[in-house]
């Protein structure tokens, strides 16, 4: 039941949230324009059309999963319990 | 961004930006292809009759059944950005000042019209073509006024706004009748609405006439 949740939550670590809304930004920035330009030159509005949609599914496809290169960086959190301690050396320094 | 539902929202939000973009030069575009419609119509017949609006009516009025030649070409108005043609007929012809009983300065009343929604059907030539529309005057009477045929047309785009454009008398045939020169065109998009049941100077024998 946990590893069905892992995966319907998707959590990448914060390098790959990164990654992953810049990729969102530039691939469908670059299927909007492929599109455009596919039906100016075959003038037709139907491969705008599909190409718009093809491309936002491809995006989908590359951004949506937890793919492995969102989990390159994971969060290395401080041991249990040392906590207090660290943070009072911190403050002490 | 943290988890997959945040993600698939996100790339749907910035997917609706994309497209209206897209849209928006998509509509834009339509500016690259300048509209360069002609059309030369020529009105071979019009017949003026006495009729009701319906089988109940009491009320009689006079009918006009036109019949035209027409020859346009309408493929300029065709890019990929073009969804339909809208084309129409229609006559125009003012409320004759020195005419009794008619107050209605402008009137125009369509009568053909045409979808066509391919470059295929982009090139019209009908000939003795019937008026799809048998038009009454508002006041009920031509009074043999003077009219003037007029082609219009409207582009409907798949994305952008409607364009609209008419041609009317040509420029060159204008001319030339002021001119008084040789009225070898332009008698075909004028023409006077003949009395009722024909000419007077040809009369059809009696009976006939409805």
């Known amino acids: 039941m946990d590893a069905i949740q892992t995966l319907i939550d998707g959590n990448i670590d914060f390098e790959g949230q990164r990654l992953a809304e810049r990729l969102t930004t530039v691939v469908l920035i670059l299927a909007g324009l492929t599109a455009w330009l596919l039906g100016f030159f075959m003038q037709d509005l139907k491969y705008t059309l599909y190409a718009g949609l093809g491309g936002t599914v491809l995006t989908i496809l590359i951004v949506v999963p937890p793919w492995p290169m969102y989990n390159r960086h994971p969060v290395s959190w401080l041991p249990a319990g040392s906590r207090g301690e660290e943070a009072g050396e911190k403050k002490g320094q | 961004m943290h988890s997959s539902a945040v993600r698939l929202q996100n790339v749907f939000g910035f997917f609706t930006t994309v497209s209206f973009f897209v849209a928006f030069l998509t509509a834009i575009s339509v500016l690259l292809y300048p509209a360069s419609p002609s059309a030369d119509v020529s009105v071979s017949k019009v017949k003026v009759i006495k009729g009701r609006p319906n089988y109940y009516s009491s009320k009689q009025q006079e009918y006009a059944f036109i019949t035209f030649d027409l020859d346009a070409d309408l493929s300029s108005l065709y890019n990929w950005n073009t969804k339909q043609v809208f084309a129409w007929l229609s006559v125009q012809y003012d409320g004759g000042e020195n005419l009794r ?110």
Do not use: C, M
């Open chain 2, 101 to 210: 009983g008619v107050k209605h300065s402008e009137n125009e009343a369509i009568i053909w019209d045409a979808i066509l929604p391919s470059q295929k059907t982009s090139r019209l030539s009908l000939r003795n073509e019937k008026a799809k529309y048998n038009i009454n005057d508002i006041a009920g009477k031509f009074l043999e006024r003077n009219a003037t045929v007029r082609f219009g047309w409207n582009v409907q785009p798949h994305v952008g706004a409607l364009t609209w454009g008419v041609i009317e008398v040509p420029n060159a045939v204008a001319q030339e009748e002021e001119e008084g020169k040789k009225k070898k065109k332009g008698e075909g998009w004028r023409f006077t609405f003949p009395p009722v049941g024909g000419r007077k100077k040809s009369p059809s024998p009696p009976g006939t006439s409805v």
